[in-house]
């Protein structure tokens, strides 16, 4: 019962073989069950009535059960290795061909995929059983077919088996032959498993090659001149395999009957001092955390999906990919080979419901159950024979969150016999005596620092401390992107830039994890956990991508690509300094521009004669001769390929570094004499409520301290108290406004208010001077807190309602994006133009979002020609949205916000930041306001 497969071949290497092929994908008969011990009814002729069904694919997704999404919680009673009576379960059939020309040999049945168990038969005869679903299985039906005749496979499907229990990953419970199905010919003297070493010693600069097989067999690389018998080995001058320059050679293993496509990267990984060294030079993981999804089709990826998750991760500057929590299909890893990323390759195991925190795995947890060890022991086996022969691949990763246990060290160890070459990590093994890599999950700054430093706490064992203590450090996952976020990216990359010992980290995770469905009424959204019926299940934790659904970059990737940039372009006095952060490459393929902006208009622009900066060096070259400026002005440089790159094309923007030249000319606005109830065009009512600017009715501007809480404000498995808990509290979200004065003068109205929530002796007083200089309205605000406070405040800033025909913004400020007091790098100081409707960010839980920052002025104009510029002696945050703060903070759905007949222009002093707390650290210290005397000067104009 613990180790279910049966009947299947030896593992062997993944591999492009002339040999005959025939893919069984495509359209198949289905037939959805509640059982998989009802009768095998259909496995002797293919069945009538049946529906059809796509392979690969996910039942559940074509019509047939519902998806369960849940992060650690199984949805079966927990009950190793026993599951229950009601399994919905799969029966698959389809007829096929051998081609008559298959002569001799034998005849191979291969799964890539199957989730979670299957029983397979061949013209009624049945050949065995499936296990680990993230892994092939093969079967031997040389005996069971006939050739020149009509074959039928038969193959039925359960959902829950004793797999279901060491597969509990972060993600969609999916079933099916979910990747792809081939019957394969392997003729007399084929090769089975091979093994490629491809070694690099970087003093010398030579690499060594040698190729094993099970039977006898050539090496043949053109290139190097190399033909070889396997066995043999030969060393020679080559350029080695990097993330940055992905060198591979293109070569074959013949056997003579079988010839493999060869495709040999060189390198050598290794821990020097403490540090991650590949070929000689310590490296750095600006990684993500990839799962496999597609919103309509599941973990069932086509070939195009994978190439355009690798194009976007490369255009993104991410040189790293964590494979959670499983083997992923092998044409993923062949395209990290090809393109260049740097990957842990993870065992598909995970038993997280069992609950293992710290230095417990959890009652019944089969990491710890020796009845388990084989089936664990085999998936390691399996997963590391299948990819060996990858250059790409650094890492072994036994797996993820199962805790320690007893069958982690024959796990490592199965891994090791097999490949010398790579280093072992799994991140629950807490004190690193069987892994190379000390390795652990979202921490917070201190605690990295301290990592960084080699400052921990220690461990009770001295040697196994010392042991440890020795090892790189990597964050397996951290940055936790769901939702609006994450915040704190530059001040995690500023730690891993200044220890040698952290070698990087991987954003948890590459793609929001919704499907795409509809709602009653048809409109289509995407769904998430509590959407599809589920008895348990764990909400929108499965959006926590930097993808959204449709793989649109959110902002959060768009940050990640400004933080994480190969070149680094910064002032240094009068000169340009650029700091290459890359590992191993000269910046030789970039090319710089350069442009001047005052007020945001562009005044000259030019190129940069851009010298080839060597990894991690520095280089300082001269300003170009720029014209004399008024106003306040910003130098730009945009670092982009020189030529075209297998990735991206010539003029791709990889950095950027922008810094200000001249500040903004000061103004002193005049004053003119103000009668009640008017200064210059605002009117106010008896209470000193400003009613309308100009011709335009707006809805009182008031104070505001609210925002819809993001996903990381909830703090949903994060390390301290939600701060929205204290934020709620203390009734931030219900504060009750009171006007205490109205004051008249020659030239000014005053106003003082008093915002509170009920039952709190905290307040916020406010002071409202209203001027005009006969033009424009000024206000300067100055908010003063009201007793001890001791939680940050979400926002300050001002909320005031306008017509809804307002459709269009223009600002000078940070911008294109969205941008946060933590999460701004990506967007620079610019004149920008967007609709109302293109200012929203669409995440796939409703949340605080839209916010442009550090704004200079913003415009908005209406369908009517009307006008309203907003502008600060200071610079201030803008939203606008055609809701309210209250109705954005209850949607669930993006489909559930509707338009209504008023925008909502929100101007913020400042935002609390966003931090990573929904799974993770909380909000850097520097980025959380206790409420303290805060003054906004603004000034409205309307035109029209």
């Not at 990381?712 to 931030?732: I, K, Q, S, T, Y």
Request: proline share 7%.
């Amino acid at each position: 019962m613990f180790e279910t497969s049966r009947g299947t071949l030896p593992p062997r290497a993944w591999s492009r073989s002339d040999a005959g092929r025939v893919d069984l994908s495509g359209t198949w008969a289905f037939r959805y069950g509640d059982s998989p011990e009802a009768p095998a009814d259909f496995v002797e002729a293919l069945p009538e009535g049946w529906g059809e069904i796509k392979v690969p694919g996910h039942w559940q997704l074509q019509g047939h059960g519902a998806p369960i999404y849940t992060n650690q919680r199984y949805p079966i009673p927990v009950d190793v290795p026993r599951v229950p009576d009601e399994n919905p379960t799969g029966d698959y059939a389809r007829e096929f061909d051998v081609p008559a020309s298959w002569d001799g040999g034998r005849i191979v049945l291969r799964f890539e995929g199957v989730d979670s168990f299957a029983r397979v038969w061949v013209n009624g005869s049945e050949i065995g059983s499936t296990s680990a679903s993230r892994l092939p299985n093969e079967f031997d039906v040389t005996d069971h077919v006939r050739r020149g005749e009509r074959n039928l496979v038969a193959v039925r499907v359960a959902q829950w088996s004793a797999n279901s229990y060491i597969e509990d990953q972060d993600m969609w419970w999916l079933s099916g032959l979910f990747r792809e199905v081939t019957l394969l010919h392997r003729p007399d003297g084929s090769i089975g498993d091979h093994v490629i070493t491809a070694d690099f010693d970087a003093a010398a600069g030579l690499g060594t090659l040698s190729a094993t097989a099970d039977v006898p067999a050539r090496l043949v690389v053109p290139e190097l001149g190399v033909d070889v018998a396997a066995g043999e080995s030969v060393e020679l001058a080559v350029e080695p395999w990097s993330a940055e320059e992905p060198r591979l050679y293109r070569g074959t293993l013949a056997s003579e009957s079988e010839t493999i496509e060869l495709a040999i990267g060189f390198r050598r990984v290794e821990v020097a001092d403490g540090v991650l060294v590949v070929n000689g030079r310590p490296i750095q993981f600006r990684g993500v955390n990839r799962h496999e999804f597609h919103p309509e089709t599941g973990r069932a990826l086509d070939e195009q999906t994978m190439l355009d998750d690798v194009l976007l991760m490369k255009r993104h500057n991410l040189n790293a990919v964590r494979t959670s929590h499983y083997p992923p299909h092998p044409r993923f890893l062949e395209l990290c080979d090809e393109y260049g990323l740097w990957v842990i390759d993870e065992c598909d195991f995970e038993t997280h419901g069992f609950g293992g925190q710290g230095f417990s795995s959890g009652p019944g947890n089969p990491v710890d159950d020796e009845r388990w060890q084989p089936a664990l022991v085999e998936r390691m086996r399996r997963m590391v024979i299948r990819d060996r022969n990858r250059p790409s691949i650094l890492m072994w990763s036994l797996g993820n969150e199962c805790g320690p246990g007893r069958n982690i060290a024959p796990m490592a160890n199965a891994g090791r016999e097999l490949d010398t070459t790579r280093l072992i990590h799994y991140e629950r093994d807490f004190t690193s005596e069987h892994v190379d890599i000390h390795a652990n999950m979202y921490l917070d700054f201190h605690d990295l620092e301290a990592l960084g430093r080699r400052e921990e706490e220690a461990l009770d064992d001295a040697a196994l401390d010392a042991h440890r203590r020795a090892q790189p450090f990597i964050l397996s996952e951290y940055a936790h992107a769901m939702g609006n976020g994450p915040g704190g990216l530059t001040e995690y990359q500023e730690l891993f830039d200044r220890y040698p010992r952290l070698a990087g980290g991987f954003i948890w995770e590459w793609i929001d994890q919704a499907i795409l469905t509809t709602d009653a009424e048809g409109r289509e959204f995407y769904g998430y956990g509590g959407d599809f019926g589920e008895e348990i299940h764990d909400g929108h934790f499965v959006a926590d991508g930097l993808l959204f659904p449709d793989r649109t970059p959110s902002p959060g990737l768009i940050e990640a690509k400004k933080v994480f940039e190969p070149l680094r372009i910064e002032a240094a006095s009068d000169r340009i300094r650029l700091e290459s952060a890359r590992d191993a490459v000269t910046t030789r393929d970039l090319a710089a521009r350069w442009s001047l902006e005052t007020e945001g208009e562009v005044v000259a622009s030019g190129t940069l004669d851009l010298p080839p900066v060597p990894a991690r060096e520095v280089v300082e070259i001269a300003m170009p001769d720029l014209p004399e400026t008024a106003g306040e002005t910003w130098f730009t440089v945009r670092a982009v390929l020189a030529a075209d790159a297998p990735w991206a094309e010539a003029g791709h923007e990889v950095a950027t570094g922008q810094w200000q030249l001249t500040e903004p000319a000061t103004r002193e606005p005049a004053r003119v004499t103000v009668a009640e109830p008017a200064v210059g065009p605002g009117s106010f009512d008896g209470h000193g409520r400003l009613e309308s600017l100009g011709p335009l009715l707006v809805d009182a501007p008031h104070l505001d301290v609210w925002r819809a809480p993001i996903d990381n404000d909830h703090c949903f498995w994060g390390f301290e108290p939600p701060v929205m808990d204290a934020w709620l509290r203390e009734g931030l979200d219900r504060m009750h406004h009171r006007t205490d004065e109205v004051t008249w003068r020659g030239d000014s109205l005053e106003v003082v208010t008093r915002t509170a929530a009920a039952n709190s002796r905290l307040a916020l007083v406010s002071r409202w001077l209203w001027t005009s200089d006969g033009g424009g309205l000024d206000l300067a605000l100055t908010v003063t807190p009201e007793g001890e406070w001791t939680t940050p405040l979400p926002r300050l800033g001002i909320r005031l309602g306008l017509p809804g025909v307002f459709s269009d913004a223009e600002w000078f400020g940070r911008g294109p994006g969205e941008s946060y007091v933590d999460s701004h790098r990506a967007a620079l100081i610019g004149r920008y133009r967007s609709s109302i409707d293109g200012l929203q960010t669409p995440y796939v839980m409703p949340q605080d979002n839209g916010q442009r920052s550090e704004t200079r002025w913003v415009e908005l104009t209406s369908t009517d020609g009307a006008s309203l510029r907003v502008s600060g002696a200071e610079p201030f945050g803008f939203t606008a949205r055609r809701w309210t703060t209250e109705q954005l903070a209850a949607a669930t759905h993006p489909s559930d916000l509707v338009a209504g007949d008023r925008v909502w222009l929100t101007l913020d002093a400042y935002q609390y930041g966003l931090g990573s707390a929904s799974c993770g650290a909380a909000v850097h210290p520097k980025y959380r306001h206790l409420p303290e005397e805060t003054t906004m000067r603004i000034r409205f104009d309307v035109r029209g």
